[in-house]
């Protein structure tokens, strides 16, 4: 069997004890801190996000929104709830958005489905005192692909969303989908020739009033070192601020893991990204 770069459970020995660590830590963050879970965003059964903010009240408190990788098809947004322990340490609002999965929707959906969440913290973030131009954003993997969305110009008449995080954090994220197609995920997910071409960031156009932060662990497999190299080159040459970084000692799985973990270089980011709202 030839070695598949994007099959994850292949190359990081620890997967499933992560994972099991991210459904550990999430449900300690929830023994901490409120959450107001279940709040529709759309119609869809998935179309569903979870809201925890800072004790103590006020208003006009910055907003974080952080989308889950997975493949596009896989995982939800209950197990990473501990990113809101580092959203809630920069005193802003965490919003842990999930959406309707692969093969039951396709990408057009899912963008669409990310934007509406993001709509919604537009519509409604004020009552939990929190304040929609302060929105920054963040995804893992499949979600930092989603997220790029927020702030893009996206094909036909999808344009570019109403609602934009003033920076986002995209970690080990997909930028070009057409090497997905030679993957053990084309079986699960049936990428078609119109979505990569569609639906692959790296040709489309970003806004220039949101700044971006591309991260990879330093012992990801090539293709997220290559890709956030490539997203980061045509986002600067379409004018987009962008800052591409690679982070020492971490996997695929480890990386996102310390975005809830305050005091690591992954937590210091995301801060850094919600103090740039």
């Known amino acids: 069997m030839s070695f598949d770069p994007f099959k994850i459970r292949a190359v990081v020995p620890e997967f499933e004890a992560l994972n099991d660590g991210y ?144 920076a986002s954090l ?15 995920l084309q079986p699960e997910i049936g990428l078609t020739e119109e979505e990569v071409n569609e639906w692959s960031p790296f040709e489309a156009l970003p806004a220039p009033d949101t700044q971006l932060t591309l991260v990879v662990g330093k012992d990801e497999t090539e293709p997220f070192h290559i890709q956030a190299q490539d997203f980061a080159y045509a986002a600067q040459k379409r004018g987009a601020p962008v800052e591409r970084l690679t982070i020492p000692g971490h996997d695929h799985m480890t990386i996102v893991r310390d975005m809830g973990v305050p005091g690591t270089r992954m937590a210091d980011l995301l801060m850094e990204t919600i103090a740039r709202g």
């Open 23 to 166: 459904r550990t830590a999430s449900a300690a963050t929830r023994a901490r801190h409120p959450v107001i879970a279940d709040i529709a965003y759309g119609a869809a059964p998935r179309q569903k996000l979870d809201l925890f903010a800072p004790e103590g009240g006020g208003s006009g408190r910055p907003v974080h929104l952080f989308l889950h990788g997975g493949y596009w098809r896989a995982n939800d947004r209950e197990n990473y709830h501990f990113i809101a322990d580092t959203v809630l340490a920069a005193g802003a609002i965490a919003v842990i958005a999930e959406y309707t999965l692969m093969p039951g929707a396709r990408m057009a959906q899912l963008v669409d489905e990310v934007r509406a969440a993001a709509a919604w913290v537009g519509m409604h973030i004020a009552q939990y005192g929190g304040d929609a131009g302060r929105l920054t954003a963040s995804g893992h993997s499949a979600g930092a692909h989603l997220a790029s969305y927020l702030s893009a110009l996206a094909p036909r008449e999808h344009g570019l969303p109403a609602v934009r995080p003033k």
């Open 170 to 184: 995209l970690v080990s994220g997909i930028y070009d989908l057409r090497p997905i197609t030679t993957s053990f």
